[in-house]
């Protein structure tokens, strides 16, 4: 998910893969840290090292990825002591090298693409495009504006495209020429009288007549001369001008053109609401523009259109070939919502707004072109959140044919969506169609067939070049252990290729010979390693400093809690105190992830490194720490994911409950001395907990939290609540707002000023409706230059000593 549509608590480092058994470094690349407060082996942790800048931890690496040749990987790492990244090549058997600035375009790029033959690598950087061939690499453009696009053509060529603009290039840079233009105004016309007294007067008068057919001629001979001759560039599509153009794709032989547009006048900048800036470089208060609220949001669906150059057709593509394009899902919630107001809902079929799915990761488009025939397939998704269509188009009509539809009653997941084309008659595709994110293959003529199954969520798909497995990342062993897969295409054998028992991103080599890991225990953070298919992995960096590396940090244990509203557990980690001693009775805390569908219960290296290290610290102090993936939560299926659907903050408060019973009976804690925190969807949940349960917990923390859905945006909180004018309902069960009068234990609100994710009037709206219920036991802190993630080790500081303080006060 993109981080500004997530109520997420923390900026979440590359997530690795963890392991009970963790291989040992054979490299060393970390560079010295300077500490102002040392950890060593044997001493307690100190809030101020635990909120230091995170440089002294070490810096991970990130965005990794294969060169084309298999034998050199690339990856970037934040500078030492500052806000820039530096990149390094490092080969499978030699040691990092840092690039220079003038070297990183020298190196292949991600995201690229390789030919239909393999012998051609192209990639943009920096806008630019570059292609491989052999060991040679060719800069073809150095244009001023940066490429939008590229794809390899049949002809042998390269398209490119960038503000409605098509064009062709060869693979030496040569021959670069305009293929189409879409323009986005009316078509223009031959001058023709328009008004009563021009007609007469052209009717009238020969001189007047002559002009008119004069203006005629040379308009038609202009039209003709970009038709006919080769060095002008071709006559323009013109779209109109009431649309602005979304995205343009073309065809692999360059025929046809994939259009969206969509209402010029849509934006997601509010219309009324600004954020000050009260510490503005200038000394003045600076007026920023934020995001839309859900309550006043009206986003807009799209039109496609497909471009035929060479009959220079127009052909706009319907809607009617989806399943349900015209179905009113919501009229349930409508009807539930207009008999609240003593009203009745009458539903009537309407066309839906319907666009290209949103969201999607770098790695996916949601249009798909076959990789050397005029075939095109569509991801397309409804702005209620209802529906998601894999379809393909017949090109020539602008007719759809769904190949898959996936309704939810509750929301279509945002990830999970990737799809392509197997061959030119079969479709891949995820689905949570199950309950679980599993592998489908669809014939175009045929029925859907499984190639995945079980209790497990599939992600991160890679075909192999020879089209006959599927190479994936699933954790059907443990829902916090990922592992990486491939499955057969011709029988569904699936195949295990790592055994690391923790959380894990990869990459497959371009030869497809091995893997390159991103992986971390529970205690040590991400670094990169190779696994050759069929052999044991290795470390290939080691970032991480030494003096984190020395410390004798607490694993948490990943626990099972039962559940009292669900077959399922609800997992956990679990800090236990120093020296634990089942017969007395301790404090305890329970962390409540940000985001709502994020895993926090796995087995590798935490995102919320901080906190990793605070409950490390609040164990050390004689805490029992609980970190729950409470229903919402990813990682567990669909079910899990969609069981807060018009109801956010119950289900997980009484998943909260169901982790006090277990520390009560398991854990020995002592019931009468338990707190909670947590930022962001985990300060909404701290609210929630102490509004509607306050025998549950003595006291909260709520960091950056959201206090009314309706005022957080359109993209996150419709999938979950709809939206207010629909579901008012759904939306006064979900807001902590609505529930302020229950407040009866010490309350601990802090946002940052300049938070453009959860509005800092969430909080200040909150404090007012507190006010005037005469709540006595709240405070508040906020902090003028902190957005939604902090960045300053000093307001980090701050912020965790009041934490810490609220409980010192309240539970010990």
Same mark, same amino acid.
């Given at each position: 998910?993109?981080?500004w ?9 590359l ?15 970390a560079?010295?840290?300077?500490l102002s ?8 942790l ?8 995170p440089?002294w931890?070490?810096?991970s ?7 084309? =040749?298999?034998?050199?990987v690339y990856?970037?790492?934040k500078?030492?002591?500052g806000?820039?990244?530096e990149?390094f090549?490092?080969t ?6 840092k690039?220079?600035?003038a ?14 033959d393999?012998r051609?690598?192209a990639?943009?950087?920096e ?9 040679a690499?060719?800069q ?14 049949n ?6 495209w960038r ?20 323009t986005?105004?009316a ?11 021009a ?7 020969q ?10 001629a ?9 038709d006919q001759?080769?060095a002008?560039a071709p006559?323009p ?8 153009l979304?995205?343009?794709t073309?065809s692999?032989s360059g025929r046809?053109?994939l259009?969206a ?5 849509g ?12 510490l ?6 600076n007026?920023?523009k934020v995001?839309?609220r ?13 471009l035929?150059?060479e009959l220079?057709?127009t052909i ?16 349930a919630v ?10 009745s ?7 839906r ?20 025939e005029?075939r095109?397939?569509?991801m ?13 188009? =017949?090109?020539?009509k ?8 996936l ?5 279509v ?9 197997l061959?030119?008659?079969?479709l891949?595709?995820l ?16 029925k ?6 079980g209790k497990?969520?599939?992600?991160n798909?890679?075909?192999s ?5 599927f ?8 829902p ?10 011709a ?16 990459r497959?080599s ?13 205690i040590?953070?991400?670094?990169l ?9 290795r470390?290939?960096?080691q970032t ?16 099972a ?5 669900q077959a399922?557990?609800?997992y ?7 020296d634990?001693d089942?017969?007395?009775?301790y404090?305890?805390v329970?962390?409540?992830?940000g985001?709502?569908?994020l ?9 919320y490194?901080r ?18 993936d409470?229903?919402g939560?990813?990682?567990?299926g669909?079910d899990w ?16 409950r =169901?982790g006090?019973e ?19 969807y985990?300060?909404?949940l ?8 306050p025998?549950?917990?003595q006291?909260g923390?709520?960091l950056?939290?959201?206090t009314?859905w309706a005022?957080y ?13 629909v579901?008012h309902i759904?939306?006064e069960r979900?807001?902590?707002i609505?529930h302020?009068e229950?407040?009866e234990?010490?309350l ?15 909080s200040?709206r909150?404090?007012q409706?507190?006010i005037e ?8 802190a906020i ?6 993630g902090f960045?300053q080790?000093?307001?980090?500081l701050?912020?965790y000593?009041?934490?810490h ?8």
């Amino acid at each position: 998910m993109k981080p500004w549509i997530v109520a997420c608590g923390v900026a979440l480092a590359l997530q690795g893969c963890a392991s009970s058994t963790e291989p040992t470094p054979t490299a060393s690349v970390a560079e010295p840290v300077s500490l102002s407060a040392p950890v060593t082996p044997d001493s307690p942790l100190t809030l101020k090292q635990i909120m230091a800048d995170p440089d002294w931890m070490g810096r991970s690496p990130t965005a990794f990825y294969w060169g084309s =040749d298999s034998r050199t990987v690339y990856y970037q790492q934040k500078q030492q002591g500052g806000p820039l990244v530096e990149r390094f090549a490092q080969t499978l058997d030699g040691a990092p090298q840092k690039l220079g600035l003038a070297q990183w375009s020298q190196v292949v790029g991600d995201n690229g693409q390789w030919s239909a033959d393999r012998r051609h690598y192209a990639w943009l950087y920096e806008g630019q495009l570059f292609v491989q061939t052999g060991s040679a690499i060719v800069q073809l453009t150095q244009d001023v504006a940066p490429l939008s696009g590229f794809r390899f053509l049949n002809d042998g060529g390269l398209a490119l495209w960038r503000d409605g603009v098509l064009e062709r290039i060869d693979l030496d840079g040569r021959n670069r020429r305009v293929l189409a233009q879409v323009t986005m105004e009316a078509a223009p016309k031959p001058t023709e009288p328009e008004s009563y007294l021009a007609r007469e007067q052209r009717k009238l008068s020969q001189y007047v007549d002559m002009n008119y057919r004069h203006d005629a001629a040379r308009f038609e001979q202009k039209q003709a001369r970009h038709d006919q001759d080769a060095a002008l560039a071709p006559t323009p599509f013109y779209l109109g001008a009431s649309e602005r153009l979304v995205s343009l794709t073309p065809s692999p032989s360059g025929r046809y053109l994939l259009v969206a547009l969509t209402d010029k006048d849509g934006s997601w900048r509010s219309e009324h609401d600004i954020m000050p800036d009260y510490l503005d470089r200038r000394g003045y208060v600076n007026a920023v523009k934020v995001r839309a609220r859900v309550a006043e949001a009206d986003p807009k669906g799209q039109r496609l259109v497909v471009l035929d150059r060479e009959l220079g057709k127009t052909i706009p593509v319907t809607w009617e070939g989806l399943e349900g394009y015209d179905e009113d899902v919501l009229a349930a919630v409508k009807r539930e919502n207009a008999e609240a107001q003593g009203e009745s809902y009458q539903s009537e079929p309407a066309v839906r707004a319907i666009r290209l799915m949103q969201d999607w990761g770098w790695r996916q488009s949601a249009v798909v072109w076959h990789q050397q025939e005029d075939r095109l397939a569509l991801m397309l998704e409804a702005i209620d959140n209802k529906d998601r269509w894999l379809a393909t188009v =017949d090109l020539a009509k602008g007719k759809l044919q769904t190949q898959d539809r996936l309704h939810d009653e509750a929301w279509v997941n945002y990830t999970h969506n990737e799809f392509g084309w197997l061959d030119a008659q079969t479709l891949y595709f995820l689905s949570e169609a199950s309950g679980y994110s599993q592998l489908y293959l669809k014939p175009l003529a045929g029925k859907v067939r499984a190639l995945t199954q079980g209790k497990q969520v599939v992600s991160n798909l890679t075909l192999s070049a020879d089209k006959r497995h599927f190479y994936y990342q699933a954790n059907p062993y443990h829902p916090g252990q990922y592992e990486v897969f491939r499955v057969a295409v011709a029988d569904g054998q699936v195949e295990a290729l790592t055994d690391l028992k923790g959380m894990l991103n990869y990459r497959l080599s371009p030869d497809e010979s091995q893997l390159l890991l991103a992986y971390s225990s529970r205690i040590r953070p991400t670094e990169l390693y190779l696994q050759p298919l069929g052999g044991e992995p290795r470390q290939l960096t080691q970032t991480t400093s030494q003096a984190f590396l020395d410390y004798d940090w607490q694993a948490p244990q990943v626990i099972a809690v039962p559940s009292s509203h669900q077959a399922d557990p609800v997992y956990a980690r679990l800090y236990l105190p120093q020296d634990y001693d089942p017969a007395k009775r301790y404090p305890a805390v329970i962390f409540n992830h940000g985001a709502g569908y994020l895993q926090n219960a796995h087995y590798g290296f935490s995102g919320y490194f901080r906190e990793f290290m605070f409950h490390n610290l609040l164990a050390q102090q004689g805490y029992v720490v609980m970190d729950m993936d409470y229903r919402g939560s990813k990682g567990y299926g669909r079910d899990w994911r969609t069981a807060i659907y018009r109801n956010m903050g119950h289900p997980e408060v009484e998943d909260l409950r =169901d982790g006090v019973e277990w520390m009560v009976a398991n854990a020995s804690v002592d019931r009468q001395r338990i707190g909670t925190y947590g930022g962001s969807y985990g300060g909404f949940l701290t609210f929630m907990a102490l509004f509607t349960q306050p025998d549950l917990f003595q006291s909260g923390a709520a960091l950056r939290p959201v206090t009314d859905w309706a005022h957080y945006n359109h993209p996150y909180t419709s999938n979950i609540l709809n939206t207010p004018e629909v579901d008012h309902i759904a939306y006064e069960r979900s807001s902590p707002i609505y529930h302020a009068e229950g407040l009866e234990k010490p309350l601990l609100i802090m946002s940052g000023v300049l938070d453009d994710n959860v509005f800092f009037q969430d909080s200040v709206r909150l404090v007012q409706r507190l006010i005037e219920l005469e709540k006595p036991m709240f405070e508040t802190a906020i902090y003028p230059v902190e957005p939604h993630g902090f960045r300053q080790p000093y307001s980090w500081l701050d912020e965790y000593r009041r934490i810490h303080r609220l409980f010192e006060q309240t539970l010990k």
